[in-house]
């Protein structure tokens, strides 16, 4: 199972299938062929979903399932949307559509983005969807709006000096209670590498049979992989997490200047930490149910202002699910 979580969450933070494959098999899952990694991600029963077609009368779709689910529905959806076109880098950098590629629309699809040339002669830019009825967007007015918004996520001066404190309090707290979960892990961690030691021993004696020695072989070494990994977070050094804070700290007071003065490929890396590469557009406001939660204080003005909307998760996968008349089709199974 944690294997299963693994596989979406690397996915999902960008690493290359071929990495996660690679993993996998360190993990033991080193059956069902090259696309198995592929077929554990698009199956909607590891999110409590049956996927049912349609029969006469009665429409198909994705259905709940009658157990537990084992990834999140919404991480889910998001590897759905992020496996159902496979990403290209054929993309030109353009300045006027700094949002080319990392915007989405409704639908789930990066928009493109070109110009269009008015009765004047003059060349106004746009982002579009690649599907027809869907997003066709004034990239004046899209950038005004983003802007907008991130003005209303700067934090005041007055704020920062509690979130100073706040935030070394917290590292200090945490690096405290990691000491001991950390002595716990390294402990967990050299008894499943006496038990692997152990089961090696068995093996190049002979005790055991080679399916024996598969099974178990990888059974602990995942339980040492992910044991090394949380050993490894937990080792976070404070003093340089207080100085990468004091560093930065003051850029929150004008995330506008922070977005605007940026390159185009700087602003992209802003909008998908940000937004953590949820940012949708629809009936002419900008969504998203993922947002750093610093920078949501003034959610609210945004949506009066008709800028963003932060939409609660269950919202807006309740809506995804919807999406197969908008271009999703889920996959088969």
Partial sequence: MVGRIHI??????????????????KMGHNRGGNMAIERILQNPAYAALNYVKPFKEYPGGLFPANHEPIIDLTSWQMVQYKMKKPQKNRLKIDDSLPLRGVLKCHCGNPVSGAPSRGKSGKYFYYYKCRFSGHNNISATNAHKQLSGAFELMSVPERRLSDIRIGTEKAIEKEFTANKQILQDTKKQLDEEKSNLFELE????K????????????????????DLNAKAQRLSGNTNYASQLMNKHLHLLTDMKYVYET?????????????FDSNLYYKNNVYRTPTMIDILSHNHQKMKDLNLLILEKKRDFV?????????GFEPPEV
């Fill in 318 to 326: 309740m809506k995804s699910l919807t999406a197969e008349s908008e």
């Fill in 206 to 225: 002979n005790h055991i049979s080679k399916e024996t020695y598969d099974r178990w072989y990888g059974l602990f070494n995942e339980k040492i992989l």
């Fill in 8 to 25: 979406f969450d690397a996915y999902l933070k960008d690493v290359p299938l071929n990495i996660i494959k690679l993993e996998a098999r």
């Fill in 262 to 274: 940026g390159g185009t490929l700087k602003k992209q890396e802003l909008v998908k930490m940000v």
């Fill in 201 to 204: 021993e068995k093996w190049i």
